[in-house]
Nanobody, 119 residues
Framework: VQLQASGGGLVKEGGSLRLSCAAS????????MGWYRRAPGKERELVAA???????EYAGSVKGRFTISRDRAKNTMYLQMNSLKPEDTAVYYC??????????????WGQGTLVTVSS
């Protein structure tokens, strides 16, 4: 299983970006999924997630501005980021919890995509 993240780039404050994360390989089921970010000099933090039950969860700092979604048919997750702020600058990583058989599940990470927001 591999995750391929894309969509990062340079954007001005107040702008928008949409990140994508496509899973490929032997996929029986995708359970939970999430977007994380690591800003320079900071710890990695959870930005948004879709739980196994389908609930959406957001960090307080992005609530109302970011939206996580998924396309089950394409095994792809998205992060729509609006009203971007300089403090959103970070490398964004996607993670999906995937089963390749009925008995096991594992976390897979994308390679990271850089989002830079200029003031």
């Amino acid at each position: 299983v591999q995750l391929q993240a894309s969509g990062g780039g340079l954007v001005k404050e107040g702008g928008s970006l949409r990140l994508s994360c496509a899973a490929s390989g032997s996929i029986l089921r995708i359970h939970s999924m999430g977007w994380y970010r690591r800003a320079p000099g900071k710890e990695r933090e959870l930005v948004a997630a879709i739980t196994t039950g389908g609930d959406r969860e957001y960090a307080g700092s992005v609530k109302g501005r970011f939206t996580i979604s998924r396309d089950r048919a394409k095994n792809t997750m998205y992060l729509q980021m609006n009203s971007l702020k300089p403090e959103d600058t970070a490398v964004y990583y996607c993670k999906q919890e995937i089963s390749s058989d009925p008995w096991t599940r594992a976390d897979y990470w994308g390679q990271g995509t850089l989002v830079t927001v200029s003031s």
